[in-house]
């Protein structure tokens, strides 16, 4: 194993150009992964944060929370379903948010709950609510009044929670008559009597969708949180298509890797005869390609690492890129398994040098 | 390039890969932008009203009663008249779908301006629908019902590009629209405008009215037509994320072709130098080192158009086509761009001294 590394000591150039590329790629890598990380975490942290085991919408509302109603005796039924253990209130109102000592609005998403998300506590009284962090960036700070929407409603933050976006705006937690209040007085084309929210969020055990759907005659569509997580507008079409440039890119980091590393081996196949000949078997060869594959795919991880965190910290905010440590790891396995592969291209040609070049003509 | 299929195949399916991640980007970006904002960029009105608090997006802005007798009243206003945009699930072709209705006053701005076939509506419960969801039951002559148990909206039209946030879109009057926001909740106290659709008084500009309503009417924030599309939320987000991954795309490409050639210019260095020294002129060797990038980046054009062609046939409920002249165009660029990065090993070949094959000393390049 010494010698390849002590090639790559000593003739660092022969690497550069690949290390340089590979870096590039690896950026690009991290890049696509962190804008689907921001775009998924930023869209469905409100979702992802709620402590039940299904989320009950109106049928016909097709999964979204600003088309479904629940009625209050739809409520009453859905509390009757056996194996039903808790069942709080949730709605959504995306507004306008004027943050004092600010001239430009932000973004919320007041959120109306009963049960509380992680990390939110128990609902406040009338008028008062807890943020998602990502106002912070807006100015908001605790003890202020935010006014939300054209009606100007005014919402005291009295805290803070951290990854509770919903649509990529910061969630204002409040309760439910307080979110009915917002929602009646800046959307009255979307008005709620004192018994109705958008969806219900239940606990229990056992087939709850299943049992609550059948329990409400249809009138309900009930679904599990990954479900509901997966059903926000966007987020699966996002996913989905990230994950095919995503793969495509690591397709191409195999074949430049094994581009290279093929070209390198073909420069080497006198060398390699030599070594043969006096005792080195094929696989100790390959290990050495494979050995010097996986350094500069280290290295090109670590670079890119580095260019992807710069470009995060400049970037404007309405870039959504988010890079988590799931990203990192993932990105790492991805591109040394390309490296590996890459690298088994030259496999054949290690193996087919024949110790005897070395002694004819030498190549 | 004969001889050594497997090198320069290899390089060119690599470039072809990267051809075809930039090509389908472009198509997506084009795609998506187009998908999220049609409707909005393909209606009559000339300018667009929002609430100030909606932050120029559509589906956040509200219309308080009294703003559009405001609007009306500024001079250069020529006609002023509600728009209305929501999504409601709807059975279309058997199925429930997501589709926006834009509800607009009949013969007034806000109306889809791309027809292809059919008429604009003439009453309650008749639409215009987009071009591109025609087969899943928004072809003329087909009953859209909103649901639950709502209005059946009779398609009367179909109209070009007019889809919004990646959904079908019916245009239809405004009581149709506010009858199916009745639909979708009972409670309505009442049903607003999203926007105020505006044409400009003649011989005044849409610039000049958007000053002049932002001016005079508080709580509102009049765009132009392109402004609004151009503000529109994911749009600017979209536009800027992709652009820096298709940055990215195209520095790779030419750094992936420019060190090919840099390494099989080392190799070549002995043969190189030796066809010097038997008196081949530099410019002959440059010359078939362009040929081979040129080759290269054509036959990995190719190799990215077919792979475009398949990958669009997944993407076409974008409304993506498969368009020649943006392939063409994307793969010269990064030809050119390849040609530049290759300058480099073309300085290689430039430096090789000719004597050195005389000397035994080695080669260096």
Known sequence: MKLPLRELRRQPNRFVVAVVVLSFLATLLLFLGGLLDGLYLGSTGAIRAQQGDAIVYSASARDSFLRSRITGDVRTTVEHVEGVTEVGGLGFTLLGAKVPGTSDLADVAV????????????????????????????????????????????????????????????????????????????????????????????????????????????ATKTLTNDQAVLSLPGVKQQRDTFNQIIYTT?????????LFFSLLTLERLGLYGVLKAIGASSRRLFMGVLVQALVIAIIAFVIGSVLASIAAALLPASVPLQLVPSRFVSTFIGLVLAAAFGSAVSLRRVTRVDPASAIGTGS | MRRAKARFGLLAGAV?????????????LGGLVSQFIGALEHQSGEVLVYNDQARKNLEGSVILPGILEQVQAVPTVGEASPLGESTFTVTAGGKERDTVLFGYVLGKPGAPTTLIQGRLPQGANEGVASEKDRADGYDIGDVVQIQPDGVKITVVGVARDINYSVNPVLFVDFPT????????NPDATEILA???????????????????????????????????????????????SFAIILL??????????????????????????????????????????????????????????????????????????????????????????????SLVAVRRVLRLDPLSATTGGGVHV
Do not use: C
């Open chain 2, 194 to 240: 999203s926007a105020i659709a505006v044409t400009p008084k003649a011989g005044s500009s849409p610039s000049a009215v958007v000053a002049d309503i932002n001016a005079a009417v508080k709580g509102v924030q009049a765009l132009t037509r392109q402004q609004a599309v151009d503000g529109s939320p994911g749009v600017s987000s979209v536009k800027s």
């Open chain 1, 111 to 218: 959120a109306g709950y009963e049960i509380p998300p992680k990390g939110v506590p128990a609902p406040q009284a009338d008028g008062k609510g807890v943020a998602d962090d990502r106002l912070q960036d807006f100015g908001a700070k605790v003890g202020d009044t935010i006014l939300v929407g054209p009606s100007a409603s005014p919402i005291v933050i009295t805290g803070f929670v951290h990854d509770t976006g919903y649509l990529l705006q910061s969630t204002v937690w409040v309760n439910l008559s307080t979110w009915r209040a917002v929602q009646n007085a800046n959307r009255p084309d979307a008005a709620v009597h004192d018994d109705v929210v958008q969806a219900l969020v239940v606990k229990g055990a056992g087939d709850l969708p299943k049992a609550i759907d059948a329990a409400t005659a249809g």
């Open chain 2, 16 to 28: 072809g890969l990267l051809i075809f991640l930039i090509l389908f980007q472009q198509a997506l």
């Open chain 1, 250 to 258: 690591m397709a191409v980091v195999l074949a430049v890797v094994g």
């Open chain 2, 177 to 184: 629209f506010e009858a199916a926001k009745r639909v979708r």
């Open chain 2, 248 to 341: 990215l795309f195209y520095l790779v490409v030419p750094l992936v072709t420019g060190l090919f050639f840099l390494i099989v210019t080392f190799q070549k260095a002995s043969a190189l130098t030796l066809l010097r020294a038997i008196g081949a002129p530099a410019s002959a060797l440059v010359r078939a080192l362009l040929v081979q990038v040129v080759v290269i980046m054509v036959a990995g054009s190719i190799i990215a158009f077919g792979l475009y062609a398949g990958a669009i046939q997944g993407v076409k409920n974008l409304g993506v086509h498969v368009e020649v002249m943006p392939a063409v165009i994307t793969s010269l660029v990064v030809l050119v761009l390849a040609l530049i990065t």
